[in-house]
């Protein structure tokens, strides 16, 4: 029998505000343990929390470049359980009404598109952190994390491979970094992502029984992951056994996945409305100022930089990686119009700067200003674009202007034709019998005089005149 992959994704993206989501405790990363903590986000007795506004700001941002359907009334419920990194014994999240749901978002897989459900988005807040300690055979807890504001987004199971995920993935969180809401990064722990997988036989509907798995911390191991659970299941099935509803975690070393816990059903969390919160109402105002300050996201940028700019797609694509890379093209273009070639410039000499000094555009020495000008210095004649390059990594080592470069170094192009003139009627007495080998006919002796022209000005003389008077000279009698 053949079997297909049903796959849907729980994501966890930490919002990147100043201050926790319903305290005034800091939200900044890497602080010493329990410093930044108070009796609200510790769940001590009596305390009530307040709800941060940027919060739902960002959630409405979010839902609504998901396309989803803002609910304007919404409201928060305890999750309750045990863990010792829950103070409060319960988790405040969002479940019957979340603020968002119902909307998709487009993904691309070998030039096809595919629409993906997304069935929720919900407002939570993070727990705290356990370290274990096996030298003092003892576990810690760092409550900084308790409270942080998180957005959870659950995809329909539309997903049927692991290529699709990550697709997914990626553009989840292009999403969240074009809003600038959320880092986005995995490795930090930012931006988390549970698999839920199942199998059915090709062709039929009914969803087989899932499993779930956690600890997925790189796009590599949500890869290697769901792709090694799908074989399991196959296998299993294959075998006639069962797929054991569960949670299980991924185990990077071993390359495999391994039971951690049964799975637990919803009513084991005797969800119920927090009484400590108000119902949120949100008004048509509110999200339509949201609505009118959603930024140009990749697929639209994209799209312009094709459509407006005549970009091959490859180019629009490696442009708008980053909101920040796509910002500095377009400023690039508005002082020199000549997108193809700032494309050029950016994605091979800049981006191997970059590269090289393992920085990201914001911090390029090379600003868009002095990229744009140093183009502008070809477009004029005023360098070559031999010199053009040398000019560029002194910009990449000092940041300084092209035009300082170009007047320090004394690398302006000589077009003035009476010097190249004259330094051309010297090397044809110097190399007289090379002259008359060009007179007989042996034109390739071109290439050498313009070489000599170049070794004697340093590479600074305007090849375009250079070439012209040499032909007009050499054939002379
Ligand atoms: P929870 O995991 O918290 O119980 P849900 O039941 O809402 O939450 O499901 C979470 C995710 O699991 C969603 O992304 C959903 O699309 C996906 N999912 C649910 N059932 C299946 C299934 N049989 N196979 C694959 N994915 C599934
Ligand atoms: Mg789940
Ligand atoms: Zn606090």
């Not at 939200?27 to 329990?34: D, V």
């Not at 009796?39 to 609504?64: R, T």
């Not at 692991?162 to 995995?186: F, Q």
């Amino acid at each position: 029998m053949e079997f297909e992959p049903v796959i849907g994704l729980e994501i966890h993206a930490q919002l990147k505000t100043e201050t926790k989501i319903f305290c005034g405790c800091s939200t900044s990363f890497g602080a010493p343990p329990n410093t930044h903590v108070c009796p609200i986000c510790l769940g001590m007795p009596g305390v009530l929390p307040v709800l941060n506004k940027k919060v739902v700001d960002y959630a409405l941002q979010m839902g609504i470049a998901t396309n989803c359907t803002i609910l304007k009334k919404n409201r928060f419920a305890r999750k309750n359980y045990f863990y010792p990194d829950l103070p409060k014994g319960y988790q405040i999240s969002q479940y019957e009404l979340p603020i968002a749901k119902n909307g998709y978002l487009d993904i691309e897989i070998e030039d096809k598109k595919k629409r993906i459900g997304i069935t929720r988005i919900h407002m939570e807040e993070d727990a705290g952190k356990l370290i274990h300690d096996p030298d003092h055979n003892m576990s810690l807890v760092d409550f900084n994390r308790t409270g942080v504001p998180l957005l959870e987004i659950v995809s329909e199971p539309d997903l049927s491979s692991a290529a699709e995920a990550e697709a997914y993935l990626r553009k989840v969180r292009s999403i969240l970094r074009y809003l600038g809401i959320s880092d986005g990064n995995m490795e930090e722990g930012s931006f988390r992502c549970d698999a839920n997988i199942s199998i059915r036989p090709v062709g039929t509907k009914k969803l087989g029984t899932r499993t779930e798995l956690k600890n997925l911390n790189s796009f590599k191991h949500v890869g290697n992951s769901i792709y090694f659970e799908i074989n399991r299941q196959k296998e299993l099935l294959s075998e006639n056994k069962e797929v054991i509803q569960e949670t299980r975690l991924w185990d990077a070393d071993k390359n495999r996945t391994c039971s951690m816990r049964g799975k637990e059903d919803a009513h084991d969390y005797r969800y119920f409305p927090d009484p400590d919160l108000l119902p949120l109402v949100i008004d048509d105002e509110w999200i339509d100022s949201v609505k009118k300050n959603i930024p140009e996201l990749r697929d639209q940028k994209k799209e312009r930089f094709i459509n407006e700019y005549g970009l091959p797609p490859a180019d629009a694509r490696l442009l708008t990686s980053t909101r920040e890379l796509a910002l500095f093209f377009d400023e690039c273009v508005k002082k020199f119009n000549e997108p193809k070639q700032i494309s050029n410039w950016i994605m091979g000499p800049l981006l191997g700067l970059l590269n090289s000094k393992g920085i990201t555009i914001e911090e390029s020495p090379v600003s868009f200003e002095n990229l744009a000008d140093l183009l502008k210095l070809i477009e004029k004649d005023l360098i070559s674009g031999k010199i053009a390059k040398t000019v560029f990594e002194e910009m990449g080592e000092t940041g300084k202007s092209p035009e300082k470069i170009v007047k320090e170094k004394g690398l302006a192009q000589v077009s003035d034709s009476s010097v190249i003139e004259d330094i051309i009627l010297n090397l044809m007495v110097e190399n007289a019998g090379e002259v008359e080998k060009y007179r007989q006919g042996k034109t390739k002796v071109l290439g050498f005089f313009v070489g000599q022209v170049m070794q004697k000005t340093r590479g600074k003389a305007n090849p375009g005149i250079v070439n012209k008077l040499l032909k007009e000279h050499l054939k002379k009698k």
